[in-house]
């Protein structure tokens, strides 16, 4: 009883501080000392500056052999394919609307990771969570984009091509950063002190404001809209997406802090892109900010069990 009290507060202690934090934005948001322009320029400054500058820290100064874990990688990017794969199948049968098919898929299988993965994995483990997560995040982060766009170009008749879209990953920050950020790692390359404080100042402020920003944003009225269709990707996305990454990872052998990466970047909540990507689509933006709000305050809860169950029956 004791052990099973142990594990539950250390879940809680993941989880608890990101709640939290997004709790306070949202109460911030309510009394209009966080508005909505400061809402866009933080998320524009965690987006271009200090995650980047996050992720690049922690990558240059880690082990590469402990950044560039193919294995995991792999593990990652194949629980994608799988999950997507069931999603649609699954849109196929259940969802009547063309138009919705496309955005119940996105946000099954698209995930929050650059700010809830990251955060639940360095509450977990410290840098070394953030290390073993950063180029994890950015292969499967590619894939996301891939994959959003077959399935959208399908479901809303659209012609995102893939050229346009290879561009923008290639100019995304968090993967231009971690790109610079490898050879620092391979060849040992220590910065200098004065680099490195800079550096950390603006790191230190990645999680707290993009949490604060995220629940400044919360738009809880989106609940409403389209509840059938978000169930599907929020079951998909919270419950499905999780036992598929966790299930590959134990059946290639994974234990300990990489099993608990998989855990924790797959039961991050529905991205934020996904709404974006829709909005600008001409799609059901609604239904698309609904699985978002949804999936965000349900990460919190599944997340903290799933610590627990996997803590208490994987050895």
Not at 56 to 65: D, G, L, R
Not at 231 to 257: M, N
Request: net charge neutral; glycine share 8%; proline share 3%.
């Amino acid at each position: 009883m004791n052990d099973l009290i142990s594990t539950f507060a250390f879940s809680l202690s993941i989880t608890g501080p990101i709640f939290i934090v997004l709790f306070l934005g949202t109460l911030l948001g309510r009394y209009r000392l966080i508005d909505q322009a400061f809402i866009e320029t933080g998320s524009k400054l965690v987006f271009t500056v200090t995650l980047p500058t996050l992720l690049f820290i922690n990558i240059s100064q880690a082990s590469f052999a402990q950044s560039a874990n193919l294995p995991l990688i792999a593990t990652g990017l194949i629980a994608t394919l799988i999950t997507w794969l069931i999603i649609e199948l699954l849109a196929a049968k259940l969802i009547d609307s063309d138009q919705d098919r496309g955005v119940v898929v996105q946000g099954g299988f698209r995930s929050n990771m650059g700010i809830f993965g990251l955060a639940y994995c360095f509450n977990a483990y410290g840098n070394e969570g953030l290390v073993t997560a950063s180029l994890y995040l950015a292969a499967v982060t590619i894939l996301f984009n891939i994959l959003s766009i077959i399935t959208l170009n399908r479901s809303l008749r659209k012609n995102l091509g893939f050229r346009r879209t290879s561009l923008g990953i290639a100019k995304n920050p968090l993967i231009i950063a971690i790109t610079l950020a490898l050879p620092f790692s391979y060849f040992n390359v220590e910065l200098p002190d004065i680099a490195l404080t800079t550096g950390e100042y603006f790191a230190n402020m990645t999680l707290p404001l993009a949490l604060m920003c995220i629940g400044a944003s919360l738009d809880f009225k989106a609940i409403r809209h389209s509840l059938n269709a978000a169930a599907l990707a929020c079951t998909a996305k919270l419950l499905l997406a999780p036992a598929i990454a966790v299930g590959i990872g134990i059946l290639w052998g994974f234990r300990d802090i990489e099993l608990g990466v998989l855990l924790l970047m797959s039961s991050a909540p529905t991205a934020a892109a996904s709404y974006v990507m829709v909005k600008a689509l001409g799609g059901n933006a609604p239904l698309a900010a609904n699985i978002i709000v949804i999936t965000t305050l349900g990460s919190l809860f599944t997340t903290s069990v799933a610590i627990v169950l996997i803590t208490e029956l994987v050895a």
